[in-house]
C-alpha cells in the first residue's frame, strides 16, 4: 500500500518534470522508453550511442598508442603523386626520423603519408598509421607497422596531437590544412606548448604565409608573433631537425619563404 502511494507520487512527480522540461510530452517519451522498447533501431543512430562510440574511440587510441616513443606525425596530400618530388622528401623525413629513433606518425594513407610511413619502415622505424573511416575506403598503405582506423576525424587529431611532439606538413588539401590548423589554433591558445611545426616546400607555402602575414596578421586577425609557431623549408633534412630542435638555427618564417 505504501509502495503503491510511492510509486503514484514518483509518476506524478515525474510527470510534473516531464513538463517543466519538455512541455507537451508525457514521461514514456522520456530517453528511458526509447532505450528500453523495441524496435531498437533508431536507437543505434542516436547521439547518446554515438557517444558511447566515440568514447569507445578514444579508449581505443589512448589504449592502442600509450606505449609510444617520441614521434613526429607528418602531414600531406592523399594525391601525392609518387612521380612527385613531395613523395621523395616525405620518404626521406620518415627514414631521418626512423634513423633518429623517432616513430612516424601518419594518416596512413596514400601519397605523402604512404611516403613517409614507407621511409620510416625502410629503415626499421616504427611507423604508425592512423587511418579514417572514408565512404570511399582506401584502407591503410602497406608500410604501416602498427595501425588503428577511426570513424570520427575529432577523435583520430587529438591522438596525432596528444602522441607525437611536433608536426611536419608536406603540401597538401583540406584535410592537410585541417591539421595544420588545427595545431596552429592549439599553440597558439596555449592549450599545447614547445610544439615545433615546420611546412616543407617553400613556393607551395609561400602564398598561404604572404597572406597570414599581410591580410590576416595585419588586419589583426593573428599577432604578428603567431607567425613564428611555425617554420618553412625545402629541405627535408632541415625540416627534419627544425622539428626535433637539432639545427643550428630555428628560422622565422619571412626569412625562411
Ligand atoms: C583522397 C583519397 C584518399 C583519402 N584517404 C585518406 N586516408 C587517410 N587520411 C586521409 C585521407 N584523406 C585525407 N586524409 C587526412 O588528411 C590529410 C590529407 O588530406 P588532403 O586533403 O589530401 O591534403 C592527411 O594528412 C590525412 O591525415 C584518394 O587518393
Same mark, same amino acid.
Given at each position: 500500500m505504501v509502495?503503491? !502511494? %510511492? $510509486?503514484?507520487? &514518483? #509518476? !506524478?512527480?515525474?510527470?510534473r518534470n516531464v513538463e517543466a522540461n519538455w512541455p507537451g510530452k508525457r514521461p514514456e517519451d522520456q530517453l528511458d522508453h526509447y532505450l528500453l522498447e523495441s524496435p531498437q533501431e533508431d536507437v543505434t543512430h542516436t547521439d547518446v550511442w554515438r557517444v558511447l562510440r566515440i568514447q569507445s574511440e578514444f579508449v581505443n587510441g589512448f589504449g592502442?598508442?600509450?606505449?609510444? =616513443?617520441? #614521434?613526429i606525425a607528418v602531414f600531406g596530400s592523399a594525391r601525392t603523386d609518387p612521380q612527385s618530388p613531395y613523395y621523395e622528401m616525405a620518404h626521406r623525413i620518415g627514414s631521418r626520423l626512423a634513423e633518429a629513433g623517432i616513430t612516424t606518425i601518419t594518416g596512413g594513407g596514400p601519397g605523402a603519408m604512404e611516403a613517409a610511413n614507407k621511409g620510416a619502415?625502410? &629503415?626499421d622505424g616504427i611507423s604508425i598509421g592512423l587511418g579514417i573511416e572514408l565512404p570511399f575506403e582506401t584502407g591503410l598503405n602497406s608500410s604501416v607497422n602498427k595501425g588503428l582506423n577511426f570513424r570520427y576525424f575529432f577523435v583520430r587529431k587529438t591522438m596525432f596531437v596528444k602522441y607525437s611532439q611536433g608536426f611536419i606538413v608536406l603540401p597538401g588539401g583540406f584535410g592537410t590544412l585541417d591539421e595544420?590548423?588545427? #595545431? /596552429?589554433? /592549439? +599553440?597558439?591558445?596555449? %592549450?599545447i606548448t614547445s610544439f615545433?611545426? +615546420? @611546412? +616543407? =616546400? %617553400? $613556393?607551395? *607555402? =609561400?602564398? @598561404? +604565409?604572404? *597572406?597570414l602575414t599581410n591580410t590576416v596578421a595585419a588586419e589583426r586577425a593573428i599577432s604578428p608573433k603567431d607567425l613564428n609557431l611555425f617554420m618553412v623549408t625545402d629541405d627535408p633534412d632541415e625540416a627534419v631537425d627544425l622539428v626535433l630542435g637539432t639545427a643550428d638555427k630555428q628560422p622565422a618564417p619571412e626569412e625562411a619563404v
Open positions: 509502495h503503491q !502511494r %510511492k $510509486s503514484e507520487e &514518483n #509518476a !506524478r512527480a515525474g510527470q592502442t598508442l600509450a606505449g609510444t =616513443g617520441p #614521434a619502415a625502410d &629503415n595544420l590548423f588545427e #595545431a /596552429l589554433t /592549439l +599553440v597558439q591558445t596555449q %592549450k615545433p611545426i +615546420v @611546412l +616543407v =616546400g %617553400k $613556393s607551395y *607555402w =609561400g602564398g @598561404l +604565409v604572404d *597572406w
